[in-house]
């Protein structure tokens, strides 16, 4: 099993940065790729960015330009510095792995962006 803890949710001004990391743990093998997705209330859940073993990235477009994703040495850990946040970033934001037979996901942690 592979539990996935956030951290680094916090509230902030808009224009601000804030950097969320996320750390397996567990019965890790081949986590590949992974990401984040953030959900706000009342939206679904939809991807932020994503990281693979060999260096691909992809982000969605409204993080393109302020946000980076990327992968620890250990590559059990995958990280995301946001900068110039908008309020329109606020939203809950998870980390996901995938496994050889399934996806995992973190419990999230809140990014509260203020204008």
């Known amino acids: 099993q592979v539990q996935l803890v956030e951290s680094g949710g916090d509230l902030v001004q808009a224009g601000g940065s804030l950097r969320l990391s996320c750390a397996a743990s567990?019965?890790?093998?081949?986590?590949?790729?992974m990401g984040w997705y953030r959900q706000a209330p009342g939206k679904e859940r939809e991807l932020v960015a994503v990281?693979?073993?060999?260096?691909?990235?992809n982000y969605a477009d409204s993080a393109k330009g302020r946000f980076t994703i990327s992968r620890g040495r250990a590559k059990n850990t995958v990280y995301l510095q946001m900068n110039s946040l908008k309020p329109e970033d606020t939203a809950k934001y998870y980390c996901?792995?995938?496994?050889?037979?399934?996806?995992?996901w973190g419990q999230g942690t809140q990014v509260t962006v203020s204008s």
């Open positions: 996901n792995a995938r496994g050889l037979l399934q996806d995992y």
């Open positions: 567990g019965t890790i093998f081949n986590l590949n790729p």
């Open positions: 990281h693979t073993d060999g260096g691909s990235t």
